[in-house]
T-cell receptor, first 111, second 116 residues
Framework: DAKTTQPTSMDCAEGRAANLPCNHSTISGNEYVYWYRQIHSQGPQYIIHGLKNNETNEMASLIITEDRKSSTLILPHATLRDTAVYYCIVGSLEYGNKLVFGAGTILRVKS | DVKVTQSSRYLVKRTGEKVFLECVQDMDHENMFWYRQDPGLGLRLIYFSYDVKMKEKGDIPEGYSVSREKKERFSLILESASTNQTSMYLC???????????????FGAGSRLTVL
């Protein structure tokens, strides 16, 4: 079973920031938070990951709460091409650890 | 640009046929995975391999087998296809565990299999 909880869907206006929340209240100390997205009919694409510090790359920012029980993925200026299913996943680096993909959040960016 | 390539984007097979789904990665990754994706069920892990000739069952291995003869290639085999194996199949790879990037999976575009 997925270890994360995400809203089923969200809408965002084009050009605005999209903030996607994720709850992972049972996260272990050695587990990272990963975000992927899947555009229709394509394979999932890695976005960003973090352990406890906030992270930023060319695609997005990841904000992890101090207690690590939740996080938020931020797409600073959403475009129509960001419409996708976004998956929040937790996982450790131990051998055999598998990333479990839940249902994710359907983000619809509207013009 | 590094990538994972799945040989067939769309396949249509008949019940009882043997089906091969091929996956090749050019990133020299040790670990490779096969998932299937169905509406409402998310991605489910079928098999994974952490090295050449090594394989381990995932969550739903029944009805499937795999082959990893070379590091870059991981094949999924349906010995006798059935209609309940109609699905989207996704191959992924990742580096060996040891750094924070070890769970960064790179996925192929997927193979949509229809079994009639």
């Amino acid at each position: 079973d997925a270890k994360t909880t995400q809203p089923t869907s969200m809408d965002c206006a084009e050009g605005r920031a999209a903030n996607l929340p994720c709850n992972h209240s049972t996260i272990s100390g050695n587990e990272y938070v990963y975000w992927y997205r899947q555009i229709h009919s394509q394979g999932p694409q890695y976005i960003i990951h973090g352990l406890k510090n906030n992270e930023t790359n060319e695609m997005a920012s990841l904000i992890i709460t101090e207690d690590r029980k939740s996080s938020t993925l931020i797409l600073p200026h959403a475009t129509l091409r960001d419409t996708a299913v976004y998956y929040c996943i937790v996982g450790s680096l131990e051998y055999g650890n598998k990333l479990v993909f839940g249902a994710g959040t359907i983000l619809r960016v509207k013009s | 640009d590094v990538k994972v390539t799945q040989s067939s984007r769309y396949l249509v097979k008949r019940t009882g046929e043997k089906v091969f789904l091929e996956c090749v990665q050019d990133m020299d990754h040790e670990n490779m995975f096969w998932y299937r994706q169905d509406p409402g069920l998310g991605l489910r892990l079928i098999y994974f391999s952490y090295d050449v000739k090594m394989k381990e069952k995932g969550d739903i291995p029944e009805g499937y087998s795999v082959s990893r003869e070379k590091k870059e290639r991981f094949s999924l085999i349906l010995e006798s296809a059935s209609t309940n194996q109609t699905s989207m199949y996704l191959c992924a790879s990742r580096p060996r565990a040891g750094g924070s990037g070890a769970n960064v999976l790179t996925f192929g575009a997927g193979s949509r299999l229809t079994v009639l």
